[in-house]
């Protein structure tokens, strides 16, 4: 990861989303981007020039955009249309992000577009994270990496947020999966956590 | 056998598909693979197939083909009737807002310039205090109770064509409790299929989201109702039945919904039927 000083940058074509610009490179704000403060708050995982990522949940392609700077090629796949009106004008700017308008939760519709990918990065506001998150550990190369983006509160919101964390641990484990890093992401993001696991 | 978006590989052998882009279109669009018998794409076979000449080749045909793709089916569901209706009643209520804000604003400001002026024991209505502002104020205040008058026509306007547009889109739910709170009740669901998909009880407290989850974090007492509260049948409804009231109408309502989304056009039996068993829930037990 690129540091400058203090602040976490990627190399890139600026101007996305009025990002500030820091000695020609754009800052990441951990504040806007729960990847971003994953590398704030816990070690985070390497982004290589090589990598391939799926990125379920992207959303309007903010931090997208930050992930394609760094990697090979983002297959970024949204359900909702309004987001996906943003995702697509970042990505007729940005040769490696393939936009995919498709429901994360159902990964065989989207199986006939997507190869086998070296890091699986899930944001997603659904109650059954964990669950999606193993459907689509299908495209994971044995020894690849997941960050899921643990939205407790989208789980179920009457329940402890530690509560939820624990839980998905598990469920995550029973899976098949080893979990390397569990972080919460306060203070930048208030009951969220981060889970980085090894498909072995 | 494999189905990718450049071919179908069977056993190492790769068979391109040939058409024009629309077609490669309909065929990602279309095309789906049972996760059990998933072999994961590789993409060297698009170059064995003779669709791709190299990596790069790959990826920019296969964003092309992504971006066209999601593009039509953002035009696909931005071009159903229910799409628009949610942005014209979202759009009321901003400006009911917006009327109330600056008529409220404007009314303090006049009253430092006139300060023995007073709305106490007047009785004066709100449209009525701008009327005179405008008149009897020049400069920015005048100027903005006129604003508040011209977004008022506006309002009007637009509330006319929301419950026009409601009437087709939302036939039924629109004939139980009006075209304006039809409208009001799917923006807040989020659309015509999410709403189809609630049920009686959830419609029951649409709008009323506040009130429902301090009911379920603490022992406050449940809503009776949220946005059909705004219905006459609700508010007009003794309170000791509008609980009844409002959950028989939700029930209905939910059944109007499904009703309009499956069959978008009116259904007089239901209707009939449905109006009769709510008039008769006020009444058996006001009585």
Redesign the interface.
Known sequence: MIWIGDVLVSKGMGGVYNERMLGGARVWDPVRSKLSALYYTGNGVELTPHMRVLYLGAANGTTVSHVADYVEVVYAVEFAPRPMQDLLEVSRRRRNIIPVMADAAHPEQYAPLVESVDLLYQDVAQPEQAGIALRNCSFLKTGGILILMLKTRSVDFKRKPAEVFQETIDILTTGGLIVQQSVWLSPYHTDHAALVCVKG | MQ???FGDVNDGTCTAFIGDPDAIIQR?RS?????DS?V????DQSVRCGVCRDRIDY??K??AV??T???Q??RE??SKKDAELLQMVRTLDEIDNVINLLSERAAEWYLIRHPSFSRKYRRIPANALIKSIREKNKGALGSVAAEIERITETRVALAKEVSARANTVLPNTSALIGGLVAARLLSQAGGLLALSRLPGSAIQVLGARTAL?SH??TRSPCPKHGIIFQHRRIHNAPREVRGKVSRVLAGKLAIAARLDYFRGVIAPEFLDSAQERIDATGRRVGQ
């Open positions: 189905s990718y978006w990602v095309i789906s693979t049972s996760t998933f994961p794409l590789e993409w990826l920019s296969l964003q992504c971006i793709a999601a593009e089916s953002i569901q931005y989850f379920i974090r």
